[in-house]
């Protein structure tokens, strides 16, 4: 993360290559801000897999446990389970590669006891689909964090500084015009074919718009940028060449629509 | 302006129209017209877009 650049000594005048190397330094970025973002950034692994963890355990978990003639045992092990997720999290700070195998196996393990001493707990008839699918997304989100844990910050964080970036080139004037009027176009496509009632027509006329509006776009810009580039001495000769083939096919194309109109 | 970019502006301008009008008879279930016309429009474009690059350096 890059604070924002007040901070920063000012970049020379000059931005020649070997003014440039001898203006990158490195300083120290600004301390960022206390948030609650960053408060969790700071926590350790098994805290922040804890709350994902905490999440699937009341969704997936104890619903199980204490449903409907669920047995002892499915109880204490979904207790033993938030146990083991609680306790890592509070002895991470101490033990934290023992409190990280506690977090995952004591979570993991407890929960597959509770599933198997009541199997018809997740069953379609017991857990519905949104439920289901948040759930998998709690353990989800579980195992990512507790297999890839944030990163945390460095205490001193460095900041690479160098010369200001020049653009290589700079929008011409006009190309706007183009770019803004193959836009144009490419919207007003969009508005065609609206009524169709049979959704797999409409799917196609609404594909096809998009597909040609984007076609459109790219041919308004490529006309566009084609104006600045620089051509051969033979230019104007390859010009009219491809003109004169391009107009042949326009006009073959005018003819085979007028004879398919003539013979309809 | 040279007279091959406004021919090349004019050909954009036509395949849109082509595109519209295809995309129209699509939506009329009239596939035979559309196809014409999208094709119509394909070419316009392609041809627009080649006149505008013939004889460019590299």
């Known amino acids: 993360m890059v604070a924002a650049t007040d901070d920063f000594t000012d970049p020379p005048p000059d931005s020649s290559p070997s003014s440039s190397r001898a203006a990158e330094a490195t300083v120290p970025m600004r301390a960022q801000p206390f948030t609650p973002l960053a408060r969790l950034g700071d926590l350790g692994s098994v805290a922040q897999s804890s709350v994902p963890g905490l999440y699937a355990w009341a969704v997936t978990v104890s619903p199980a446990a204490w449903s409907k003639g669920a047995p002892w045992v499915a109880k204490v092990a979904a207790m033993a389970g938030l146990a083991s997720l609680v306790g890592a999290a509070a002895v991470e700070a101490r033990a934290p590669r023992r409190a990280r195998a506690a977090s995952v196996w004591g979570l993991g393990l407890t929960s597959s006891i509770v599933w198997l001493a009541v199997p018809g707990a997740l069953g379609p008839t017991r857990l519905d689909a949104a439920r289901g699918i948040t759930g998998m997304v709690g353990w989800a989100l579980f195992a990512y964090a507790a297999a890839a844990p944030a990163l945390k910050r460095p205490a001193e964080p460095q900041v690479y500084v160098a010369a200001p970036l020049k653009a290589r080139s700079k929008t011409r004037r006009g190309d706007m015009v183009y770019v803004g009027a193959g836009a144009i176009a490419a919207f007003a496509l969009q508005l065609v074919g609206w009524g169709v009632l049979v959704p797999e027509r409409a799917l196609l006329v609404r594909l096809t718009t998009l597909a040609v509006g984007l076609a459109v776009l790219g041919a308004a810009t490529d006309v566009g940028l084609a104006r600045h580039a620089k051509r051969l001495p033979v230019a104007g000769r390859l010009r009219r060449r491809v003109f004169v083939t391009w107009l042949a096919l326009t006009v073959l194309a005018g003819a085979v629509g007028g004879l398919f109109w003539a013979l309809r | ?58």
Not at chain 2, 21 to 27: D, I, Q, R, T, Y
């Open chain 2, 1 to 58: 302006m040279h007279a091959f970019d406004v021919i090349a502006v004019l050909m954009v301008v036509g395949a849109t129209a082509a595109f519209g009008v295809g995309a129209g008879a699509l939506a009329r279930a009239d596939d035979v017209v559309a196809a014409y016309w999208l094709v119509v429009g394909l070419v316009s474009l392609r041809g627009a877009v080649q006149i505008a690059r013939s004889g460019v350096r590299g």
